[in-house]
Protein backbone atom coordinates (compact mmCIF):
# COMPACT_ATOMS: atom_id res chain seq x y z
CA UNK A 1 0.00 0.00 0.00
CA UNK A 2 3.00 2.26 0.92
CA UNK A 3 4.50 2.00 -2.31
CA UNK A 4 1.76 2.33 -4.44
CA UNK A 5 0.70 5.83 -3.07
CA UNK A 6 4.58 6.82 -3.12
CA UNK A 7 4.42 5.49 -7.29
CA UNK A 8 1.09 7.42 -7.06
CA UNK A 9 2.42 10.55 -5.90
CA UNK A 10 5.71 10.19 -7.66
CA UNK A 11 5.14 13.29 -9.70
CA UNK A 12 4.71 15.57 -6.46
CA UNK A 13 7.34 14.30 -4.96
CA UNK A 14 9.89 15.11 -7.72
CA UNK A 15 8.67 18.46 -7.95
CA UNK A 16 8.96 19.02 -3.80
CA UNK A 17 12.51 17.85 -4.47
CA UNK A 18 13.37 19.77 -7.05
CA UNK A 19 11.71 22.86 -4.92
CA UNK A 20 13.50 21.77 -1.58
CA UNK A 21 17.39 21.70 -3.92
CA UNK A 22 16.51 25.12 -4.95
CA UNK A 23 15.56 25.78 -1.38
CA UNK A 24 18.69 24.87 -0.18
CA UNK A 25 20.69 26.67 -3.13
CA UNK A 26 18.65 29.75 -1.34
CA UNK A 27 19.93 28.80 2.22
CA UNK A 28 23.25 27.90 0.67
CA UNK A 29 23.42 31.77 -1.20
CA UNK A 30 23.31 33.47 2.20
CA UNK A 31 26.18 31.53 3.79
CA UNK A 32 23.51 28.78 5.88
CA UNK A 33 23.48 25.83 3.62
CA UNK A 34 20.79 23.75 5.52
CA UNK A 35 18.77 21.58 4.40
CA UNK A 36 16.86 21.80 7.73
CA UNK A 37 16.08 25.54 6.99
CA UNK A 38 15.32 24.17 2.91
CA UNK A 39 12.57 22.15 5.02
CA UNK A 40 11.17 24.67 7.07
CA UNK A 41 10.79 27.15 4.14
CA UNK A 42 9.10 24.35 2.12
CA UNK A 43 6.95 24.00 4.36
CA UNK A 44 6.16 27.26 4.86
CA UNK A 45 5.79 28.12 1.23
CA UNK A 46 3.52 25.14 0.89
CA UNK A 47 0.93 26.29 3.75
CA UNK A 48 1.16 29.91 1.88
CA UNK A 49 0.21 28.67 -1.23
CA UNK A 50 -2.63 26.22 0.68
CA UNK A 51 -4.01 29.05 2.75
CA UNK A 52 -6.93 29.74 0.88
CA UNK A 53 -8.42 26.71 1.44
CA UNK A 54 -7.28 26.70 4.76
CA UNK A 55 -9.47 29.86 5.50
CA UNK A 56 -12.61 27.96 3.99
CA UNK A 57 -12.20 24.71 6.30
CA UNK A 58 -11.98 26.93 9.44
CA UNK A 59 -14.61 28.66 8.12
CA UNK A 60 -17.03 25.79 7.63
CA UNK A 61 -15.30 24.38 11.16
CA UNK A 62 -16.42 27.84 12.89
CA UNK A 63 -20.20 27.51 11.34
CA UNK A 64 -20.55 23.71 12.04
CA UNK A 65 -19.48 24.44 15.65
CA UNK A 66 -21.86 27.90 15.46
CA UNK A 67 -24.43 25.54 14.69
CA UNK A 68 -24.02 23.06 17.24
CA UNK A 69 -26.31 23.94 19.91
CA UNK A 70 -29.02 24.20 17.65
CA UNK A 71 -28.22 20.32 16.50
CA UNK A 72 -28.54 19.38 19.74
CA UNK A 73 -31.55 20.53 20.40
CA UNK A 74 -32.90 19.18 17.08
CA UNK A 75 -31.87 15.99 17.30
CA UNK A 76 -33.11 16.11 21.08
CA UNK A 77 -36.24 16.54 20.15
CA UNK A 78 -36.86 14.55 16.90
CA UNK A 79 -35.38 11.97 18.36
CA UNK A 80 -37.70 9.18 17.44
CA UNK A 81 -38.35 11.08 14.35
CA UNK A 82 -35.33 10.40 12.08
CA UNK A 83 -36.66 11.64 8.61
CA UNK A 84 -38.03 14.88 10.17
CA UNK A 85 -34.95 15.48 12.05
CA UNK A 86 -33.07 15.25 8.54
CA UNK A 87 -35.43 17.30 7.14
CA UNK A 88 -35.62 20.10 9.77
CA UNK A 89 -31.30 19.75 10.37
CA UNK A 90 -31.62 20.43 6.38
CA UNK A 91 -33.57 23.60 6.73
CA UNK A 92 -31.16 24.79 9.60
CA UNK A 93 -28.33 24.15 6.96
CA UNK A 94 -29.65 26.20 4.70
CA UNK A 95 -30.95 29.05 6.76
CA UNK A 96 -27.51 29.50 8.00
CA UNK A 97 -25.97 29.22 4.41
CA UNK A 98 -23.84 26.12 5.73
CA UNK A 99 -22.47 23.25 3.41
CA UNK A 100 -21.57 20.54 5.75
CA UNK A 101 -19.33 18.88 3.57
CA UNK A 102 -17.34 22.09 2.46
CA UNK A 103 -14.93 21.27 5.31
CA UNK A 104 -14.12 18.32 3.72
CA UNK A 105 -13.25 19.40 -0.43
CA UNK A 106 -10.68 21.91 1.23
CA UNK A 107 -8.83 19.04 3.01
CA UNK A 108 -8.96 16.83 0.07
CA UNK A 109 -7.51 18.81 -2.49
CA UNK A 110 -4.69 19.46 0.21
CA UNK A 111 -4.28 15.64 1.15
CA UNK A 112 -2.47 14.78 -2.16
CA UNK A 113 0.27 17.98 -1.46
CA UNK A 114 0.74 16.76 1.93
CA UNK A 115 0.82 13.15 1.21
CA UNK A 116 3.51 13.85 -1.40
CA UNK A 117 5.76 15.77 0.86
CA UNK A 118 5.77 13.11 3.41
CA UNK A 119 6.95 10.92 1.02
CA UNK A 120 9.54 12.96 -0.50
CA UNK A 121 11.01 13.19 2.74
CA UNK A 122 10.76 10.05 4.16
CA UNK A 123 13.21 8.71 2.01
CA UNK A 124 15.20 11.95 1.06
CA UNK A 125 18.58 11.46 0.10
CA UNK A 126 21.17 13.77 1.55
CA UNK A 127 24.03 14.63 -0.73
CA UNK A 128 26.45 14.06 2.42
CA UNK A 129 26.24 13.24 6.31
CA UNK A 130 27.01 17.39 6.52
CA UNK A 131 24.41 18.16 4.63
CA UNK A 132 21.75 16.00 6.48
CA UNK A 133 23.13 17.34 9.93
CA UNK A 134 20.65 20.19 11.25
CA UNK A 135 21.35 22.30 14.81
CA UNK A 136 20.92 19.23 17.61
CA UNK A 137 20.03 16.52 14.68
CA UNK A 138 23.19 14.44 13.67
CA UNK A 139 21.11 13.49 10.28
CA UNK A 140 17.76 14.46 9.51
CA UNK A 141 17.25 10.72 7.97
CA UNK A 142 17.31 9.30 11.62
CA UNK A 143 14.75 9.40 14.28
CA UNK A 144 15.86 12.37 16.75
CA UNK A 145 18.36 10.98 19.52
CA UNK A 146 17.41 13.34 22.18
CA UNK A 147 13.46 13.57 21.25
CA UNK A 148 13.22 16.81 21.41
CA UNK A 149 11.28 16.70 18.02
CA UNK A 150 8.68 13.99 18.54
CA UNK A 151 7.32 15.91 22.11
CA UNK A 152 7.45 18.65 19.31
CA UNK A 153 5.22 17.53 17.26
CA UNK A 154 2.79 16.15 20.10
CA UNK A 155 2.76 19.19 21.77
CA UNK A 156 1.69 21.41 18.76
CA UNK A 157 -0.77 18.72 17.49
CA UNK A 158 -2.41 19.31 20.65
CA UNK A 159 -2.43 23.14 20.52
CA UNK A 160 -3.78 22.56 17.14
CA UNK A 161 -6.61 20.71 17.83
CA UNK A 162 -7.22 22.52 21.36
CA UNK A 163 -7.42 25.87 18.81
CA UNK A 164 -10.13 24.56 16.99
CA UNK A 165 -12.31 22.97 19.67
CA UNK A 166 -15.03 24.30 21.43
CA UNK A 167 -16.95 21.57 22.60
CA UNK A 168 -15.44 18.77 24.67
CA UNK A 169 -17.75 15.46 24.49
CA UNK A 170 -16.10 12.35 25.67
CA UNK A 171 -14.95 11.39 21.76
CA UNK A 172 -13.54 14.67 21.62
CA UNK A 173 -11.70 13.92 24.95
CA UNK A 174 -10.27 11.16 23.75
CA UNK A 175 -9.16 12.54 20.64
CA UNK A 176 -7.51 15.56 22.41
CA UNK A 177 -5.27 13.17 24.15
CA UNK A 178 -5.15 10.62 21.80
CA UNK A 179 -4.03 11.98 18.77
CA UNK A 180 -1.07 14.10 20.34
CA UNK A 181 0.02 11.44 21.62
CA UNK A 182 0.27 8.89 18.77
CA UNK A 183 1.52 11.24 16.34
CA UNK A 184 4.20 11.69 19.43
CA UNK A 185 4.95 8.29 19.24
CA UNK A 186 5.04 7.53 15.56
CA UNK A 187 7.74 10.37 15.51
CA UNK A 188 9.97 8.52 17.50
CA UNK A 189 10.64 6.10 14.50
CA UNK A 190 10.25 8.44 11.58
CA UNK A 191 13.38 10.31 9.83
CA UNK A 192 13.78 13.63 11.87
CA UNK A 193 13.28 15.73 8.63
CA UNK A 194 9.92 14.58 8.19
CA UNK A 195 9.39 15.11 12.02
CA UNK A 196 10.38 18.56 11.26
CA UNK A 197 7.98 19.09 8.30
CA UNK A 198 5.51 18.19 10.42
CA UNK A 199 6.02 20.51 13.44
CA UNK A 200 6.81 22.98 11.63
CA UNK A 201 3.41 22.66 9.66
CA UNK A 202 1.79 23.22 12.84
CA UNK A 203 3.63 25.49 13.83
CA UNK A 204 2.34 27.35 10.74
CA UNK A 205 -1.31 26.49 11.17
CA UNK A 206 -1.33 27.41 14.60
CA UNK A 207 -0.43 30.96 13.77
CA UNK A 208 -2.81 30.68 10.61
CA UNK A 209 -5.65 30.07 12.67
CA UNK A 210 -4.80 32.28 15.17
CA UNK A 211 -4.42 34.96 12.74
CA UNK A 212 -7.97 34.14 11.35
CA UNK A 213 -9.69 33.62 14.72
CA UNK A 214 -8.84 36.74 15.83
CA UNK A 215 -10.51 38.86 12.80
CA UNK A 216 -13.64 38.59 13.74
CA UNK A 217 -12.80 40.22 17.13
CA UNK A 218 -10.93 42.77 15.28
CA UNK A 219 -13.67 43.80 13.24
CA UNK A 220 -15.93 43.84 16.23
CA UNK A 221 -13.53 45.97 18.43
CA UNK A 222 -13.06 48.17 15.89
CA UNK A 223 -16.92 48.79 15.21
Same mark, same amino acid.
Not at 82 to 109: D, F, T
Given at each position: #???????????????????????????????? /???????????????????????????? #??????? +? &???????????? @? &?? =? #????????? @??? !?????? /????????????? /??????????????????? #??? &??? +????????????????????????????????? =?????? &????????????????????????????????????????? !???
Amino acid at each position: #MIEFFSTLLQPIQDLLHVVLELLYTVTDSVGL /GSYGLAIILLTIVIKMILYPLTVKQVKS #MKAMQEL +S &PKMKKLQEKYKD @K &PQ =I #MQQKVGELY @KEA !GVNPLA /GCLPLLIQMPILM /GMYYALYNFQYPSPEAAAF #MWL &PSM +SDPDPYYILPVLSALTTFLQQKQTTTEMNQQMK =IMMIGM &PIFIGWISLNFPSGLVLYWVTMNVVQIAQQWWMYREPSKKK !GAA
